[in-house]
């Protein structure tokens, strides 16, 4: 997508692209503020339980440790008002290597799969 940019560029200044390019990057920046990080969801444990920092630390990465443990070994995980977590099998299929238009073969394989709790839907 860079060469393409760079090659648009060349030819002639183009000022709707670079003004289309713009809104795209503040969206970005805006979903990476707005997601929660692990050392604040740890703070924000330990602010609702009142176990220390270390406590909540140990709690969230065992947590986390156990429900990827889960998945590597097929099973589904629920999360009691906000989803279930699974393992789903993809099927092998032709896919077009970008730039060169060539076609290429995609092995079968896996993908994590999340499926929303109708109460956490329902309060979106």
Request: charged share 25%; aromatic share 0%; net charge positive.
């Amino acid at each position: 997508m860079l060469l393409t940019m760079t090659k648009k560029s060349a030819k002639a200044p183009a000022k709707k692209p670079a003004a289309k390019a713009a809104p795209a990057a503040k969206a970005a920046t805006k979903a990476e503020s707005t997601k929660v990080a692990k050392t604040q969801l740890v703070e924000m444990v330990a602010d609702k339980t009142g176990l220390t920092k270390k406590q909540s630390e140990e709690a969230v990465s065992a947590m986390l440790d156990v429900i990827v443990g889960a998945i590597k070994g097929g099973q589904s995980v629920g999360l009691p008002g906000l989803g279930t977590l699974s393992v789903k099998a993809t099927a092998a299929r032709t896919g077009v290597k970008p730039g060169t238009s060539e076609k290429i073969q995609i092995p079968a394989g896996k993908k994590v799969a999340f499926k929303v709790a109708s109460t956490l839907k329902g309060n979106l």
